[in-house]
Nanobody, 126 residues
Framework: QVHLVESGGGSVQAGGSLRLSCTTS????????MGWFRQAPGKEREGVAA???????SYADSVKGRFSISQDNTKNTLYLQMNSLKPEDTAMYYC????????????????????WGQGTQVTVSS
């Protein structure tokens, strides 16, 4: 069973940057889609970025050009580099693994991912 642990969240001012990390205890299903989701209070969980087993990346329109997803298979770690942060990026961010064979998004469907981290809070002030 894959165990995911996110880190790197925090509070920044608009225009700032953060890098989220997601470390897996076991890199099973390494060829399946992995992704980052976020959920703001009162809103549904939304996928913001995903990466296929071959390294192909995709992004939600709201973060395209500002966020970058990557993975380091030697460290069993998934990253989300977030630049030019906006107040509307404020949310709890979750790492997701053991997704579909191909990400085929956006949109990304939370029910398609079997493993989730506990989340890390990102707060962007104006």
């Amino acid at each position: 069973q894959v165990h995911l642990v996110e880190s790197g969240g925090g509070s920044v001012q608009a225009g700032g940057s953060l890098r989220l990390s997601c470390t897996t205890s076991a890199y099973s299903h390494s060829n399946d889609c992995m992704g980052w989701f976020r959920q703001a209070p009162g809103k549904e969980r939304e996928g913001v970025a995903a990466i296929d087993g071959d390294g192909t990346t995709s992004y939600a329109d709201s973060v395209k050009g500002r966020f970058s997803i990557s993975q380091d298979n030697t460290k069993n770690t998934l990253y989300l580099q977030m630049n030019s942060l906006k107040p509307e990026d404020t949310a709890m961010y979750y790492c997701a693994a053991d997704g579909p064979a191909y990400c085929n998004g956006p949109p990304y469907y939370p029910n398609s991912f079997l493993e989730w981290g506990q989340g890390t809070q990102v707060t962007v002030s104006s």
